[in-house]
């Protein structure tokens, strides 16, 4: 197993020097799921939630999410993102299933940005609907896969959204 990167010689943490390292194209894709009440599912598909159309803003909460990653991550580098797309589906019962692919062209990996991404957007409709169902549950929030860098591609087996 490769020895972890994040620790200085007095091993403390540290954030990685990317310096060195080849700049090269680089795509991340998580997925997250919000299980709740058949009826709330429903509601928020047909745009009656109180609050506004939430998947748009949970949308819009995942980009933004995204773009601001190292703000919420102590030891991420700031990245310039090239793209970010959020899409939605479900399972027509009581699962809301939320996916981020994230894509950049530089020398680290951009696993950490389509995680918080599909985090925030899942929040955002916890928060939109919790005066609906406040036992909504969040999870599993999984890296589907990743390609680019130094480390290769990576693929968890599970089939993207759309």
Not at 8 to 32: C, F, H
Not at 52 to 76: E, F, H, N, R, Y
Not at 88 to 116: C, H, Q, W
Request: glycine share 10%; charged share 25%; with cysteine.
């Amino acid at each position: 197993m490769e020895s972890l990167t994040h620790f200085n010689e007095q091993g403390r943490a540290r954030m990685v020097d990317i310096s060195e390292k080849e700049t090269t194209s680089r795509t991340a894709v998580a997925r997250t799921a919000v299980t709740m009440r058949p009826d709330t599912l429903q509601t928020i598909k047909a745009g009656k939630i109180g609050k506004g159309d939430v998947l748009a803003v949970a949308q819009v909460a995942g980009i933004m999410a995204a773009k601001q990653t190292s703000s919420w991550i102590p030891m991420c580098h700031p990245i310039a993102l090239t793209g970010v797309n959020i899409a939605f589906s479900d399972n027509d019962e009581n699962e809301l299933y939320i996916e981020a692919k994230v894509k950049t062209t530089g020398r680290t990996g951009v696993e950490m940005e389509a995680l918080t991404a599909v985090s925030a957007a899942a929040l955002t409709v916890y928060d939109m609907c919790k005066a609906l169902q406040k036992d909504m549950v969040i999870g599993p929030t999984q890296l589907v896969e990743k390609t680019g860098g130094k480390s290769g591609d990576y693929r968890s087996g599970g089939e993207p959204v759309g």
